[in-house]
């Protein structure tokens, strides 16, 4: 309920995710006819799906890690943390609302996509989207709480990587692009996110319904080794946050 208050009378965060997002998919789709004209419509698509999956990701851990300063800025911080409310319950709720959002949101672009560029993302089938979709929505889960921990420990200094830290690794998820794109050191690497199988597996849909086990399960594997380091992380970054006196100097 406080997200959604939040979220309906703040003009930022509408831009940042809804307008923003959507902008960003019609851009992208303006590109597309533009590629398919040059290249052909297969890579046209896969730059138009990664830019609609990628939404996914970004909207969940921005309302993880903006949410929490929404409170900051707010000078709530405190009262959230003296009421009954746990930490498990305190993620759990920001990654719903997240949830929420970023699936509003994909749903609003996957329409635009068809009714403009003529592009349906259902054609990739149903099941292949939920996977995708949770398995981009865990991976956000623990990117966002990896911001939150971060803010806790180091203050609003470092707000900018809430909305910012995740573009620097969305190269090496190969997004709109194969992985063979990247140079060969680097492939090693974005093979270790969980996002690359996703999206890999995503291209391969645009053609063939199959589900592709391997990418699906590998994916969620490593989502599961990366989250329980970021419940970690985010632990000893709030437990240290109150050591040393950081968590009451947040909302000063």
């Not at 707010?74 to 746990?86: A, K, Q, Y």
């Not at 997240?98 to 349906?120: D, T």
């Not at 929505?137 to 939150?148: K, P, V």
Request: hydrophobic fraction near 55%; charged fraction near 10%; charge should be neutral.
């Amino acid at each position: 309920m406080q997200e959604l208050f939040i979220t309906r009378n703040s003009y930022e965060v509408i831009n940042d995710i809804i307008i923003y997002p959507l902008w960003s998919i019609i851009v992208f789709g303006f590109l597309t006819i533009y590629l398919a004209g040059v290249t052909g419509s297969v890579i046209a698509n896969y730059v138009l799906l990664g830019t609609i999956l990628w939404q996914v990701i970004n909207i969940t851990q921005y309302s993880i890690a903006v949410g929490c300063l929404w409170e900051v800025w707010s000078r709530n911080l405190t009262n959230i943390f003296i009421t009954p409310v746990s930490n498990k319950e305190y993620l759990l709720a920001y990654t719903l609302s997240g949830s929420v959002k970023s699936l509003m949101v994909m749903s609003l672009g996957s329409l635009i996509s068809y009714w403009i560029f003529h592009f349906n993302i259902l054609d990739l089938g149903i099941l292949n989207l939920f996977f995708h979709f949770g398995n981009l929505t865990i991976f956000a889960f623990g990117f966002g709480i990896i911001i939150l921990g971060l803010i806790f420990r180091f203050g609003t200094r470092i707000q900018a990587f809430a909305w910012g830290l995740i573009t620097f690794f969305q190269p090496l998820m190969a997004v709109i692009y194969p992985v063979s794109v990247l140079p060969k050191p680097l492939q090693s690497v974005a093979y270790l996110f969980p996002p690359t199988h996703v999206f890999e597996a995503a291209r391969i849909n645009v053609a063939d319904q199959t589900i592709q086990w391997q990418s699906i399960i590998t994916a969620f594997l490593l989502n599961l080794v990366f989250v329980a380091l970021s419940v970690v992380f985010f632990n000893a970054m709030f437990n240290k946050s109150k050591n040393i006196g950081q968590f009451a100097r947040l909302e000063g």
